[in-house]
């Protein structure tokens, strides 16, 4: 008993509401205040309120600036002991509070109370900006902050900003060159777990977010995001030195490599050189032998499908490149620029056997099948054997009986547009121009 009447350690008094029970009465009607909702002491700063004066005198403290608790091992400081002593919970990694639903432990029981929001499913805290709700409302706010632009984190190295210290933090590992976190699928590292989370989706082969568009579909929605840009028709990221435009970013970064004429990835079969390492895997599947992108009209199989999609233009019959030179059509822009290399008159392409020039790469390579002396094509109808299949598709227009090169001199009715050319040079014969 003490000289005050009462037993230390006693609790006798109890609260009604919650349950608390206090050694001296007057410390229980200090706590009936808090739930009567009664805050009568007011913080000139911010307008925070308190049921308590002696809150309301630490609450102040923060406004002060003054941090007077310094903790010794990473000297992080606080305007509160009470604060101090918590946060030294962490470096003591004893973590007694635990979760019941998925495991996870935390030091502080305030951060398991918060944690366990997650798991209700309940999140009253929404921004009026994107309409995203949290469970917490210190959530709600950090998320602001990427609304407001503002970016105080800049890490010099690379110039890239930060709305939130964390995400400076993690990005700080990319640079480190440090990679702790394993793929066990396929051995990737990264330096991040939540980029190894991301990376996993891949394999689990799981695609939620489709394109309402194309019907695409990716395992992350940030990648729809971007792929959606596409889409838009909007292109916002100009090369400086070409000038052609991308809708994303990374695509202009892998660009300003073709100017940069660093070429890193090179294909071990043949010796091709890539800028981008893309490029050589989509590369290597013309080795590999592999064509599974086959077309319905024809029978003609690529080993991609960008391969693919053009070759169906041919077959649509509509030829929107046209030769300004002769006026002749293409379905495909690619063979229309191929095509303005003969006009060009440049022939870059020469056979070491015979010394002839071709304008095309594919014009010297069927030309040495001539060379070669094997002839794989066979007309059905005379047994003429030919080294190129072109020059058989030539041949056949013989047998089909149909001439379409006429002579405008003088009628006279060719197979093939060679027979034309070669005719049309004798009536040029003893003629002055």
Known sequence: ???????????????????????????????????????????????KRFTHKSHLTQHLLIHSGAKNFKCDECDKRFTRKGHLTQHLLIH????????????????????????????????????????????????????????????????DEC??????KHDFTQHLLVHSGVKNFKCDECGKLFAQK???????????GVKNFKCDECGKQFTEKGHLTQHLLIHSGVKNFKCAECGKLFAQKGNLTQHLLIHSGVKNFKCDECGKQFTVKGDLTRHLLIHSGVKNFKCDECGKQFAMKRNLTPHLLIHSGVKNFKCDECGKQFAVKSNLTKHLLIHSGVKNFKCDECGEQFTQKNGLINHLLTHSGVKNFKCDECGKQFAVKSNLTRHLLIHSGVKNFKCDECGKQFYQRSSLVRHLLRHCVGKSF
């Open 1 to 47: 008993m003490t000289e005050h009447g009462y037993n230390e350690g006693v609790k006798n008094f109890k609260c009604d509401e919650c349950g608390k029970l206090f050694s001296q009465k007057r410390d229980l009607i200090q706590h009936l205040l808090i739930h009567s909702g009664a805050k009568n002491f007011k913080c000139d700063e911010c307008d």
């Open 92 to 155: 003591s990694g004893v973590k007694t509070f635990k979760c019941d639903e998925c495991g996870k432990q935390f030091t502080k029981k305030y951060n398991l109370t918060n944690h366990l929001l997650i798991h209700s499913g309940v999140k009253n805290f929404k921004c009026d900006e994107c309409g995203k709700q949290f469970t917490q409302k210190n959530t709600l706010t950090k998320h602001l902050l990427i609304h407001s632009g503002v970016k105080n984190f800049k890490y």
């Open 159 to 164: 110039g890239k900003q930060f709305t939130h």
């Open 194 to 204: 939540s980029h190894l989370t991301k990376h996993l989706l891949i394999h689990s």
